[in-house]
């Protein structure tokens, strides 16, 4: 089974984890690397493992989507084209299961129907190569950093929708919502204040740690998602032209 999705004082801990020769050594939390391309996956590898994580990397889907059952990884990161399984597919087992975990995609450039596609089934970030391996690292920290934050003082509550920062718990109408990890600080975010529009920019800024505007769908796609999720309680207004808010 994946990893469960953790909350409050029971998140994945940071400390003793399995290195990629299988010996424990201190780490910042285990990744696990699904890429087919040798000189890729090394690459990822020693920079992260740089960073102070352990690291264990797959080059085909089923072992990767094996290996990410058995060591619960605090993230990892998805080739999309793969043999045995591709990435996509494993994504959405993932998801059917487990919707905390991180998921970074790493996609051809011109792949942008499969970055879309992996965003839609809950992944909270995407690389399209080449790309900067320290850009990876950089990515992860700010993923992990966002989990590992302070939590708020107090739940929030717009009209039916509430969220406890504290329990990473959101509810809708008195019914529980699953959302990944992004999609729950992304509505944190615009539920910190009703009324304020918020652009895109400022949210990649705050919640992926970024302001590159080129990434602004990638916003679009995480609010299309954070709507059909909360269906009619949903109170996220677009300000077209602008970004987006939440009623007051």
Known sequence: ??????????????????????????????????????????????????????????????????????????????DVGLPGLDGIEICRQMRAVDDWTPVIFVTARDDEVHRILGLELGADDYLTKPFSPRELVVRIKTILRRHAGTPLAAPLAVGTVTLDAARRRVEASGRPVELTSTEFDLLAKLMSSPGQVFTREQLLSSVWGQADYGLGRTVDVHVAQLRAKLGAASLIRTSRGVGYSVAE
């Open 1 to 78: 089974m994946f990893g469960q999705r953790k909350t409050g004082a029971q998140a994945q801990p940071v400390g003793l984890c399995y290195r990629e020769n299988g010996a424990m050594g201190e780490s910042k939390g285990l990744i696990v690397i699904v890429e087919d391309e040798r000189a890729i996956a090394d690459l990822q590898r020693l920079y992260l493992s740089e960073a102070g994580f352990g690291v264990h990397v797959e080059r085909d889907g089923l072992a990767g989507l094996a290996s990410i059952r058995r060591l619960h990884p605090v993230a990892v990161v998805l």
